[in-house]
């Protein structure tokens, strides 16, 4: 069992940064592919980015594409989001989630762990 905790969330104004936190408890946080989800109002959730057990590699969606960066603290039980040029379109829920499918999947059930979600507001 894999609980997860994200914290970094709140109101900025447009082109502005925030970074958010995911914390994982258990000693197996290493065992997992990451990633992160987004929901507005009215939408669907969208894939944001994921990112591999080691580190090493990442994939990002197209809209977040050079302006947010995922890396992760194995050793921090710990996966951030950092978000740059944030643009009202990015406002939303978001939520870090844990996956133990091959590879980076963009499929949110694919996902087996997911935390309770941050709000992120960016006014224009």
């Known amino acids: 069992q894999v609980q997860l905790v994200e914290s970094g969330g709140g109101l900025v104004q447009a082109g502005g940064s925030l970074r958010l936190s995911c914390a994982a408890s258990g000693r197996t946080f290493v065992s997992y592919r990451m990633g992160w989800f987004r929901q507005a109002p009215g939408k669907e959730r969208e894939f944001v980015g994921g990112?591999?057990?080691?580190?090493?590699?990442?994939y990002y969606a197209d809209s977040v594409k050079g302006r947010f960066t995922i890396s992760r603290d194995n050793a921090k039980n710990t996966v951030y989001l950092q978000m740059n040029g944030l643009e009202p379109e990015d406002t939303a829920v978001y939520s870090c989630?844990?996956?133990?499918?091959?590879?980076?999947?963009?499929?949110?059930?694919?996902?087996?762990?997911w935390g309770q979600g941050t709000q992120v507001t960016v006014s224009s």
């Open positions: 990112i591999n057990r080691s580190g090493g590699s990442t």
């Open positions: 989630a844990a996956s133990n499918w091959v590879g980076i999947t963009t499929t949110p059930s694919d996902y087996v762990y």
